[in-house]
């Protein structure tokens, strides 16, 4: 028995005593550059990214609310209060702020993220590749880390890009939702667990040092757990600061080419690979256009002399564009921000929701179901929660910086209402339900 067990835990010992040939093979990378401190310093820059990322994204999720899937004004779906709170509307600009702060943050953290991947690359190749119980879920946590910031990143590419219908076979806010939820979840395991190696990296090169001195700018920094003999290290390409800088200009490049239209201004118009990129001016009316009625699929004979809205509430009314222009109207300059970014603010002039409420009978509205005269389309309908439509600026608008609604921006009628996602601001209004 003894001897027949033997040699095959002498073969296993011999197994995990040598790594396979390949990347497990240390001799593979021979950066002097990698080290805990450039994983440290890149990690840095990665939390304040991907934190702002977090909390402007849950922000955001507040702001759905309710659901865009909520089909009846009695809510369904994702339609919730989180903690019990729902989105102000005041500043009108703050969804607008929070968006374009979120996608900013995400685009820039791409090129760290894949250099903070290149800098800590030898340990996913280590060998063997779990020793001990407590191996086996920190690389787990960081198979769940790594996996879902590159699946939040690229999902919110592809939705920046208009490129996710094509590419993805599921909708964008229920996925982009839940893998942050993981996301969160292992990024605060992988905090917890490698914070002292941040606080030793630090100690024993200084903060800053690294960059600042010459001389330690390419001296091998290698990860503690590397006990093996050192290798020749490969002469260096490219200095600690020099790598740092490229990445830091990476950054700033996908910046200004991606996340330029939610900056605005000259930034907007530099943003090359930005699909709404376009100078102000650049759509129908003077302003973008996101989604144009020939793309809606919306027939002109529908939205002609015809057309009628119906606002359903005790009572129902039927109104046409005629009696929508003989109402009060009111002004109000007001932007659009839209999930992806950008936004763009215009004078909006129509007829405040809570005045309708009340011709309909609803004197005091806990919200507003919006439907679209578009047939097919995930935003052909939404719902505003009571801030929303009770709020003076809330206007189904009919005119847009002093004349009617260009056909692409939704004419007879759109919804326009302050600090909420453009995606509420449904175009080519056919019915709105009070309750
Ligand atoms: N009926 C309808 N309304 C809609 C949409 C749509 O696709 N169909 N798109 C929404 C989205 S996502 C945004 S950001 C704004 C954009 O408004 P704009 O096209 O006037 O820029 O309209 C919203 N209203
Ligand atoms: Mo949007």
Not at 147 to 167: K, R
Not at 231 to 249: D, F, K, N, Q, Y
Not at 266 to 295: D, I, M
Request: net charge positive; charged share 15%; aromatic share 10%.
């Amino acid at each position: 028995m003894r001897s027949a067990a033997e040699p095959r835990t002498g073969r296993l010992a011999r197994l995990l005593a040598t790594p396979p040939p390949g990347p497990f093979d240390r001799r593979v990378w021979r950066s002097p550059l990698r080290g805990p401190w450039l994983a440290s310093v890149l990690s840095v820059a990665l939390l304040v990214l991907f934190g702002l990322a977090a909390i402007t994204g849950y922000l955001s999720n507040v702001a759905y609310q309710p659901g865009l899937g909520t089909n009846s004004v009695t809510g369904g779906g994702l339609d919730r209060h989180l903690f019990g709170w729902s989105w102000p509307t005041s500043p009108a600009w703050l969804y607008a702020f929070t968006q374009g702060v979120h996608v900013v943050a995400g685009v820039a953290a791409i090129p760290i993220l894949a250099a903070k991947l290149w800098a800590v690359i030898p340990k996913f190749y280590k060998w063997p590749p779990v020793r001990t119980p407590a191996e086996v879920l920190e690389r787990l946590s960081i198979a769940l880390l790594v996996g879902s910031s590159i699946f939040l990143l690229l999902t919110g590419v592809l939705n920046i890009a208009y490129w996710y219908q094509a590419f993805l076979g599921f909708s964008f806010v229920p996925a982009h939702f839940y893998a942050a939820f993981v996301f969160v979840g292992a990024l605060l395991a992988h905090l917890v667990l490698k914070l002292p190696v941040m606080v030793r990296a630090f100690r024993e090169r200084g903060v800053l040092r690294p960059l600042l001195e010459d001389t330690a700018n390419t001296k091998p920094e290698p990860f503690r757990e590397d006990t093996s003999a050192p290798l020749e290290p490969m002469a260096p390409t490219i200095s600690r600061r020099g790598l740092l800088g490229v990445v830091a200009a990476a950054s700033g490049a996908f910046v200004v080419l991606l996340g330029g239209e939610s900056i605005g201004g000259w930034a907007r118009r530099v943003s090359l690979l930005a699909p709404r990129s376009e100078s102000p001016g650049a759509g129908e009316g003077g302003f973008q256009v996101n989604k144009t009625a020939a793309a809606a699929g919306i027939d002109p004979r529908e939205v002609g002399p015809d057309w009628r809205l119906e606002v359903l509430g005790a009572r129902t009314l039927t109104l046409d564009r005629g009696a929508l222009h003989s109402l009060p109207q009111h002004t109000y300059s007001l932007p659009i921000g839209c999930v992806e970014g950008w936004s763009t603010t215009q004078r909006w002039t129509g007829v405040r929701l809570r005045d309708l409420a009340r011709m309909a009978g609803v004197p005091a509205p806990g919200r507003m179901h919006a439907q679209s005269v578009e047939r097919v389309g995930q935003f052909n309908q939404a719902t505003l929660n009571r801030e929303q439509v009770v709020d003076a600026r809330s206007l189904l608008a009919l005119k847009v910086n002093g004349r009617d609604l260009p056909l692409d921006h939704g004419f007879p009628a759109r919804v326009i209402a302050p600090a909420v996602p453009g995606v509420h601001n449904t175009k080519w209004v056919a019915r709105l339900t009070f309750s």
